[in-house]
C-alpha cells in the first residue's frame, strides 16, 4: 500500500519495482536511488506505461505515510483493501493493461461480480438518457449482470439507481481517496451501494476530485466488466475515454443511439461508426456475450469479439480441428501450457501467436474444460 500511494509510483512502475526487488517491501527498502539506477521509470515507460495521471500527483495527500497508516485510515472509515494477487481482488480487473496495486472497497464484491457490464454517459444527462440508462441498467440486473459505474452526475447516477430498484448487485468507481465522495450529494447513493454492492477507488484517502483522477479510474471502471455500454455522451467525453478503457482491455462496447443532432449524441454515434454494438435492449449484452457468461468460466478474458479493433476473434477459434493454423495454434498452446501454469501475454510469447488467437482459444477449452484459470490471472491445464 505505501508503495503504490507514493508519487510517480503507478500500476506499470509498481510492477516493474517488485518484479526487480522481489517485493513491495524490498523495493520501497531499496529507494528512489536505486530505482532510478536500474531505470525502472524508463522501463516502465517503454511498456507504454504511465507513472501516473496529473491530477493525482498534484492532489495526493503530502508526506509520506505507511503501509499500516493507510490501513489504519481505510479501516477507521469502514473500507477494506485489497492489493494484487490476494483473495478477493476482481480477477477481471488482473487482465488489463493497469490494473491498480490496490484497491479500497466498502461493502463486498461476489464471485459472480465478474459477470458485470458498465454503463457510463454523460454528466449532462436527457431526459431520453436518464431513462435510457435506468432501463437498460434494470435490464441488465434482471438479467443477473453486476453493473459497474462511477457515481457521477447524470447516466453514472441513474444507472446505478436502476440496478438497486431492479434488486441487483452494482459497483460504484470513485475517483479520489474512500475518506469522501464525489459529488457529495450522491453520498446516500454510496451508501445504498454499499450495503448490497461495493464502492471502490484507488486513491488513497485524503486524494481530493480533481479532474485528472476522473479519466484514471474510467480504466478501473472498464476493467470491471465484460463490456461498456455508452448510453449519451459528447465526442469529447469521460464516458468515451471509458469506451476506448474497455477496447484497449479487449472488451466489448455497446453504444445507444440518440437523436442526430444532439451533442449528447455524438459520442455514441461516433462509437457506433467505429464499430461498436448497437444496442437497444439489455438482453442483447447477453447475446453478444454468450461465449463468456457460461456457467463454470472462472477467470477474466482478456480477448474481444471485436467491436472497434481490426481483429475478430472468431476467424481465430479454429482450434484442433480447424485448418492448419488452428492445429498448430492448439498444439504449441498445449506445449506451452505444459510447461508451466501463465498468463495469456506470457503463452502468446511461447507459442508465438497473438494474444487475440491464444485467448481466443482458451476460452473453448475452457468451455470444454481442458483449461482452468487462477485468481492472479494464469491459465493451466486441467489434468486428464
Known amino acids: 500500500m505505501e508503495l503504490a500511494a507514493l508519487p510517480g509510483v503507478g500500476p506499470k512502475v509498481y510492477r516493474c519495482l517488485v518484479e526487480a526487488f522481489g517485493g513491495a517491501r524490498e523495493a520501497l527498502a531499496a529507494g528512489p536511488d536505486r530505482w532510478r539506477a536500474l531505470r525502472i521509470f524508463a522501463a516502465a515507460a517503454s511498456e507504454g506505461g504511465r507513472a501516473e495521471p ?42 488489463t493493461p493497469e490494473p491498480p ?10 464471485r459472480d461480480d465478474w459477470r458485470a457490464i458498465a454503463v457510463v454517459g454523460t454528466r449532462r444527462a436527457s431526459a431520453y438518457g436518464r431513462y435510457q440508462a435506468e432501463r437498460l441498467a434494470g435490464e441488465l440486473a434482471a438479467e443477473g449482470l453486476t453493473v459497474v459505474s462511477g457515481l457521477a452526475r447524470g447516466i453514472d447516477e441513474t444507472a446505478h439507481r436502476g440496478a438497486l430498484e431492479a434488486g441487483g448487485r452494482t459497483l460504484a468507481v470513485l475517483g479520489c481517496g474512500p475518506d469522501r465522495v464525489y459529488p457529495p450529494e450522491n453520498a446516500p447513493l454510496a451508501e445504498e451501494i454499499a450495503e448490497s454492492g461495493a464502492v471502490l477507488t484507488e486513491f488513497p484517502p485524503g486524494t481530493p476530485p480533481l479532474p485528472g483522477n476522473f479519466l484514471w479510474r474510467n480504466r478501473v471502471i472498464a476493467g470491471l466488466a465484460l463490456g461498456t455500454v455508452v448510453v449519451e455522451a459528447g465526442e469529447r467525453s469521460g464516458a468515451l475515454n471509458t469506451a476506448f478503457h474497455a477496447n484497449d482491455a479487449g472488451r466489448e462496447v455497446f453504444a445507444v443511439p440518440g437523436e442526430v443532432g444532439r451533442p449528447g449524441s455524438a459520442g455514441c454515434h461516433l462509437l457506433l461508426r467505429l464499430g461498436a454494438t448497437l ?16 456457467p463454470g468460466l472462472s477467470f477474466g478474458p ?29 498444439g504449441k498452446l498445449r506445449h506451452a501450457l505444459r510447461e508451466a501454469p501463465a498468463r495469456v501475454e506470457e503463452l502468446a510469447s511461447r507459442a508465438g501467436f497473438p494474444v487475440s488467437a491464444v485467448a481466443a482459444q482458451l476460452v473453448l477449452w475452457e468451455l470444454e474444460g481442458k483449461v482452468r484459470g487462477y485468481a492472479d490471472g494464469r491459465v493451466a491445464l486441467v489434468p486428464r
Open 54 to 95: 496529473k491530477g493525482r500527483r498534484r492532489g495526493a495527500p503530502a508526506g509520506r505515510r505507511t503501509g499500516e497508516e493507510l490501513l489504519g485510515v481505510a479501516e477507521e472509515l469502514g473500507w477494506t483493501v485489497l492489493t494484487w494477487g490476494e483473495e478477493g481482488y476482481p480477477p477481471l480487473l488482473l487482465h
Open 279 to 294: 444496442l437497444e435492449h439489455g438482453g442483447q449484452v447477453k447475446e453478444s456475450l454468450a461465449h463468456l457468461l457460461v
Open 101 to 110: 496495486p490496490v484497491l479500497y472497497l466498502r461493502g463486498s464484491m461476489v
Open 302 to 330: 482478456v480477448w474481444r469479439r471485436g467491436p472497434i479493433a481490426a481483429a475478430d476473434w472468431r476467424s481465430t477459434e479454429a482450434g484442433e480441428e480447424g485448418g492448419e493454423e488452428g492445429g498448430a495454434l492448439a
